[in-house]
Structure formats: structure tokens, C-alpha cells
């Protein structure tokens, strides 16, 4: 099943304690992104890759950092979590990064720092 | 980006058709309109696109005005499992891909049994 698949699904921890988001899709897809849901903010988008090894900013991207080694995984690394990255955060792919493209979302991350 | 308006919530029957409006009066001629939803405590989900023409899938139908400064999401038979927030976004063809889907409030649809 086409699918992509996000690990913790919930995590609760604490400030400074570093953390990794494990994304992976299994659709061959180059371009992966993740975003923040927060009430009444939406979602907004935190780092993109194009491509394996291109990585680049979104529109929130403080105190996060990504890497795209392979094609299919794509992890959300916070290196000294605190409290106002409390979110929801998903991953989404897509095959390529033209507008056309529909993007498929992970079943979500919920964080919780305290 | 151009920017649209939904109703913050509508109300349905199951088993009835649905008609979801957007309007994006300051749509460009390179805006793609998508359609996502999101169902409670999952990751959104892609519905639908289109350019100028009406498109089918096998979830729904998108009607785009002529002047394409509306459209219309329509689900033909609603069912329980349709009861989400959906979004209508804009997305430049021209700028290129990287930009993230800019989610708006959406409209949150309620299906009555």
C-alpha cells in the first residue's frame, strides 16, 4: 500500500532533549516536506527537498533541522526541543515538485515539550 | 499567493449531494485549484485539481466558474466517512513547486445520518 509513515505517532518529552521524527514513503516520490498544525495557524510548512542530498527552508524553519539521505526517508531532527514546538507535525511527499502534483500526508506527529 | 473564502462550516445529509463553494476572485491565470481534506486525527488528504475544466475522480467533482473566480467541490453521495475540513488552496504553476500548501481554515462539513 502506497503510504507515508511517520514515527513517533505521540511523543511527550522535555526541554533540550534532542529528538528525531522519522518520516519514510514507499512511492518512489522525490520531492518530501513537513509541516506544523497549529490551532488556528494551520499548516506551515517547516523544510521541503526536492530531491536526495537538496534540502531548503520552508516558512518556519528555527530551531529544526532535516536530512535527505536517501530517497524515501526524511527526518525532522529538533536539537534542543522547547516548549513552543508543541504541535502537530505531518510529512508529506509528493513525486515530483511541480504545482499539479497532488501531496500525500503521514498520519501525523503529535509533540508534546515540556 | 491569491487567497480564498470557504464558509467555516456547512451541514448535510447522508446519502445526499454535497456542493462545497470557494471563491478566489484574484485567482491568476497560473493558479491551480486544489482540493484537500482532513479528516479527524489524520494527515490531510488530496481530493481533487483543476486547471479551466470541470475534472471527475473517483471521489469527487470540481466545477470551475468560466471566469474562474469560484469553484465548487461536489461530493455526490455524502457519507459519514466524509465528514472532514476541507480546503481549497491556489497553486502557481509558474513559481514551482517547492512552496508548501498554504492551508486556510476551510470549510467544516458535517454529515447528519
Known amino acids: 500500500e502506497a503510504q507515508v509513515t511517520q514515527n513517533p505517532r505521540y511523543l511527550i518529552t522535555v526541554t533540550g532533549k534532542k529528538l528525531t521524527v522519522t518520516c519514510s514513503q514507499n512511492?518512489?516520490?522525490?520531492?518530501m516536506s513537513w509541516y506544523r498544525q497549529d490551532p488556528g495557524l494551520g499548516l506551515r510548512q517547516i523544510y521541503y527537498?526536492?530531491?536526495?542530498?537538496?534540502?531548503d527552508k520552508g516558512d518556519v524553519p528555527e530551531g529544526y533541522k532535516v536530512s535527505r539521505k536517501e530517497k524515501r526517508n526524511f527526518p525532522l531532527i529538533l536539537e534542543s526541543p522547547s516548549p513552543n514546538q508543541t504541535s502537530l507535525y505531518f510529512c508529506?511527499?509528493?513525486?515530483?515538485?511541480?504545482?499539479?502534483?497532488?501531496?500525500?500526508f503521514g498520519d501525523g506527529t503529535r509533540l508534546s515539550i515540556l | 499567493d491569491a487567497k480564498t473564502t470557504q464558509p467555516n462550516s456547512m451541514e448535510s445529509n447522508e446519502e445526499e449531494p454535497v456542493h462545497l463553494p470557494c471563491n478566489h476572485s484574484?485567482?491568476?491565470?497560473?493558479?491551480?485549484i486544489h482540493w484537500y481534506r482532513q479528516l479527524p486525527s489524520q494527515g490531510p488528504e488530496y481530493v481533487i485539481h483543476?486547471?479551466?475544466s470541470n475534472v471527475n475522480n473517483r471521489m469527487a467533482s470540481l466545477a470551475i466558474a468560466e471566469d474562474r473566480k469560484s469553484s465548487t467541490l461536489i461530493l455526490h453521495r455524502a457519507t459519514l466517512r466524509d465528514a472532514a475540513v476541507y480546503y481549497c488552496i491556489l497553486r502557481d504553476v509558474i513559481r514551482g513547486g517547492a512552496d508548501g500548501l498554504t492551508f486556510g481554515k476551510g470549510t467544516h462539513l458535517i454529515i447528519q445520518p
Open positions: 508529506a511527499s509528493s513525486l515530483s515538485s511541480t504545482q499539479g502534483e497532488p501531496q500525500h
Open positions: 484574484t485567482i491568476s491565470g497560473t493558479d491551480y
Open positions: 512511492m518512489n516520490h522525490e520531492y
Open positions: 483543476g486547471l479551466t
Open positions: 527537498s526536492m530531491n536526495v542530498e537538496v534540502t
